[in-house]
């Protein structure tokens, strides 16, 4: 469970994913790789959630696979025994969180007032969705929030896209989920390369990355050729970077990988 927090830290974004035809699960996750996400929460909004986890799970083992949409224990259950590595519901379900809790599996249940906040902090959870946060009064609402309750941090989901995401730039927010991360027209029509700009333009978006000229930088290209950066989210940036196998040397600000060009902080 611990690993699994990490690795939803380091990348920042959870891309919320409905499949409708199966055959375009594995592409699409490979596609979400491309573009520097391996985080996937595979909802089970249709009848393919289930079989689709288990297919990218099995065949896409660099991708962190989840479950979200989970209304009932059957779901969960069928999720983690198709191969999913942590579990999101919309709302607060006891049973549900205690179960992922019992099998050491990840859980992040939809909390958006105090009592259920509450609710969760009892199970042991310190992680949240925050859901629909557009409705809820978004990163503002948050903000509020965190005073009573600054050992939690949130996920929100909803009314988020690349237009307000650097507003969430925030030691409160954990992660980012939204369906921009997955276009399920660019799916359908079998744009994979665009569904990887989308994910890579979003990784840079949240960390801030930019060259001395203040031009936004393409991660894929960062991590290809390597450089000089601008991170506006140093702390996540580092995270990012040492989740995908880079490490730090002395001077603090450089991270170097084999068969890499080294990074270095501005």
């Known amino acids: ?7 939803i830290e380091a990348t920042g974004l959870v891309p919320v ?12 996750a490979k596609a979400l790789l491309a573009g520097g996400v391996d985080i996937m929460e595979i909802t089970v909004r249709t009848a393919q959630g289930l079989e689709a986890i288990q297919q990218v799970s099995q065949k896409c ?3 962190l696979v989840g479950c979200g949409t989970v209304l009932t224990m059957e ?14 519901s919309p709302g607060f379900d006891q049973e549900i969180v205690q179960y992922c809790i019992s099998k050491n599996t990840l859980v992040c249940p939809g909390c958006a007032t105090p009592t259920e906040i509450t609710a969760a902090l009892k199970c042991g959870l310190d992680v949240v969705k925050f859901f629909p946060a557009n409705v809820y009064g978004g990163l503002k609402a948050i903000k509020a929030l965190r005073g009573p309750f600054s050992m939690v941090r949130f996920i929100p989901t909803g009314g988020v896209d690349l237009k307000n995401l650097a507003d969430f730039r925030d030691p409160s927010i954990f992660a980012v989920g939204g369906g921009w991360l997955f276009d399920t027209k660019l799916v359908k029509a079998g744009e994979f390369a665009q569904l990887s700009d989308i994910c890579a333009k979003s990784v840079s978006t949240l960390l801030g990355l930019a060259d001395s000229a203040g031009v936004m930088m393409d991660i894929r290209s960062l991590l290809e050729k390597g450089g000089g950066v601008v991170a506006a989210d ?3 940036t580092m995270l990012y970077l040492l989740q995908r196998g880079y490490q730090k040397v002395d001077d603090g600000a450089t991270f ?9 902080l501005v």
Do not use: L, N, Y
């Open 1 to 7: 469970m611990k690993h699994t927090k990490m690795r």
């Open 17 to 28: 994913v409905v499949i409708h035809e199966i055959e375009k699960a594995v592409p699409a």
């Open 61 to 63: 083992p660099e991708m």
């Open 75 to 88: 779901q969960c259950k069928s999720a983690i025994e198709k191969g999913a590595k942590f579990i999101v």
């Open 234 to 236: 140093q702390e996540r």
């Open 256 to 264: 170097v990988c084999d068969g890499k060009g080294p990074i270095w």
